[in-house]
């Protein structure tokens, strides 16, 4: 062995010893890092997922659907993570079939072979519109186990899609009737915001139309006073009533009754209007002896107004049918009577 004789030999053995250290070292680090990465590439493979696909028939008319049906088996080794499908192939992508329409989509189910052996499935309407050989291609399904995911593949698949075979020697069929299909609520989930918002304005308009209609009930009354207009004298009241009963023609009608209560009350409506005495309460007696005590201006007066409540009390009350000369003449003498003791200018009117 040489032997060490100066300082730049020094140097170069300590730089040769560090380099081969280095060496070792990231030696080290690379093959710790393969054995990881090896390790979690096993951990997925405790068990082993069989990822199968199968059609229900080959070949096809135009229009027609098979069934995909896209299935794997999970064999769950012992004292391993639980292992599950955790992507199943996008059904939304159209490009995925290669040219082939997906009709409809069942759900995932699941089915127990045995206690550490599962299969989970899913069914795939497929149809197309053109004549050809159609390739179902290997269908990506991303199996997960604890934290580690891997994907596996299904086999490819043929289908063979074939014209609709038309006999010409058939005559023209007739039109189909229209399909009725059955009704569903979910048809009219689009339409909910604008049903909503008319049941809304349906109900503003019911309160208001309420609103409304007890606001005007609840409006005041305007009565004469209020309005403070003069009221009417108490002759042109039980003139203009008395033409009203002439022109209703109760007794023509034989409403004999009728006619004369009709009558009386006017004429005491007009004693209480005209000298303030309580007529419409009063007996006939009672009007009489205190018409005996008023300004009548003439007995002709007090024998009219006698004459025309006794013969009323008469009809009502003891069921008297007076001859038609007399219901005209009672009526004549009624406005007779009014005229003779209305209030005049020259009384204070």
Same mark, same amino acid.
């Given at each position: 062995?040489?032997?060490?004789?100066?300082?730049?030999?020094?140097?170069?053995?300590?730089?040769?010893?560090?380099?081969?250290?280095?060496?070792?070292?990231?030696?080290?680090?690379?093959?710790?890092?393969?054995? @990881?990465?090896? =390790?979690?590439?096993? /951990?997925?493979? *405790?068990?082993?997922?069989? +990822?199968?696909? !199968?059609? $229900?028939?080959?070949?096809?008319?135009?229009?027609?659907?098979?069934?995909?049906?896209?299935?794997?088996?999970?064999?769950?080794?012992?004292?391993?993570?639980?292992?599950?499908?955790?992507?199943?192939?996008?059904?939304?992508?159209?490009?995925?079939?290669?040219?082939?329409?997906?009709?409809?989509?069942?759900?995932?189910?699941?089915?127990? @072979?045995?206690? =550490?052996?599962?299969? /989970?499935?899913? *069914?795939?309407?497929?149809? +197309?519109?053109? !004549?050809? $050989?159609?390739?179902?291609?290997?269908?990506?399904?991303?199996?997960?186990?604890?934290?580690?995911?891997?994907?596996?593949?299904?086999?490819?698949?043929?289908?063979?899609?074939?014209?609709?075979?038309?006999?010409?020697?058939?005559?023209?069929?007739?039109?189909?009737?229209?399909?009725?299909?059955?009704?569903?609520?979910?048809?009219?989930?689009?339409?909910?915001?604008?049903?909503?918002?008319?049941?809304?304005?349906?109900?503003?308009?019911?309160?208001?139309?309420?609103?409304?209609?007890?606001?005007?009930?609840?409006?005041?009354?305007?009565?004469?006073?209020?309005?403070?207009?003069?009221?009417?004298?108490?002759?042109?009241?039980?003139?203009?009533?008395?033409?009203?009963?002439?022109?209703?023609?109760?007794?023509?009608?034989?409403?004999?009754?009728?006619?004369?209560?009709?009558?009386?009350?006017?004429?005491?409506?007009?004693?209480?209007?005209?000298?303030?005495?309580?007529?419409?309460?009063?007996?006939?007696?009672?009007?009489?002896?205190?018409?005996?005590?008023?300004?009548?201006?003439?007995?002709?007066?007090?024998?009219?107004?006698?004459?025309?409540?006794?013969?009323?009390?008469?009809?009502?009350?003891?069921?008297?049918?007076?001859?038609?000369?007399?219901?005209?003449?009672?009526?004549?003498?009624?406005?007779?009577?009014?005229?003779?003791?209305?209030?005049?200018?020259?009384?204070?009117?």
């Amino acid at each position: 062995m040489r032997k060490i004789t100066n300082a730049t030999d020094i140097i170069t053995h300590i730089v040769l010893i560090f380099s081969i250290s280095m060496g070792l070292g990231i030696f080290y680090l690379v093959s710790s890092a393969i054995g @990881l990465a090896m =390790a979690q590439t096993t /951990q997925i493979i *405790t068990g082993k997922p069989l +990822a199968t696909a !199968s059609l $229900n028939r080959s070949l096809l008319a135009i229009g027609e659907q098979a069934q995909l049906q896209v299935a794997v088996q999970l064999q769950q080794a012992q004292g391993s993570p639980e292992m599950a499908v955790q992507t199943w192939p996008n059904w939304t992508d159209t490009t995925l079939l290669n040219g082939l329409e997906i009709v409809k989509t069942n759900p995932v189910r699941d089915s127990l @072979l045995s206690v =550490a052996n599962k299969m /989970q499935y899913q *069914t795939v309407y497929i149809t +197309a519109w053109d !004549s050809g $050989n159609y390739t179902v291609p290997p269908l990506p399904i991303i199996v997960k186990q604890g934290s580690a995911t891997q994907t596996y593949y299904t086999d490819s698949l043929t289908l063979r899609v074939n014209l609709v075979t038309v006999n010409p020697q058939q005559d023209i069929m007739p039109n189909k009737g229209n399909l009725e299909v059955a009704f569903s609520w979910r048809e009219l989930i689009p339409y909910w915001p604008f049903l909503a918002l008319l049941f809304v304005l349906l109900v503003l308009f019911w309160w208001y139309y309420k609103y409304k209609k007890r606001k005007k009930n609840k409006l005041p009354v305007i009565t004469d006073q209020d309005k403070q207009i003069e009221p009417r004298p108490a002759h042109e009241i039980a003139l203009k009533k008395l033409n009203e009963l002439a022109q209703a023609k109760l007794w023509q009608q034989g409403k004999v009754k009728a006619y004369y209560s009709e009558l009386s009350f006017i004429v005491r409506e007009y004693l209480e209007n005209r000298y303030q005495i309580p007529a419409l309460e009063a007996v006939t007696t009672d009007i009489l002896k205190q018409a005996a005590t008023l300004d009548f201006k003439d007995a002709i007066a007090t024998q009219y107004l006698s004459e025309i409540l006794k013969t009323a009390d008469l009809v009502k009350f003891a069921k008297l049918s007076p001859n038609p000369e007399t219901h005209e003449t009672l009526l004549i003498n009624a406005e007779w009577l009014v005229q003779h003791t209305k209030l005049t200018a020259n009384d204070g009117l």
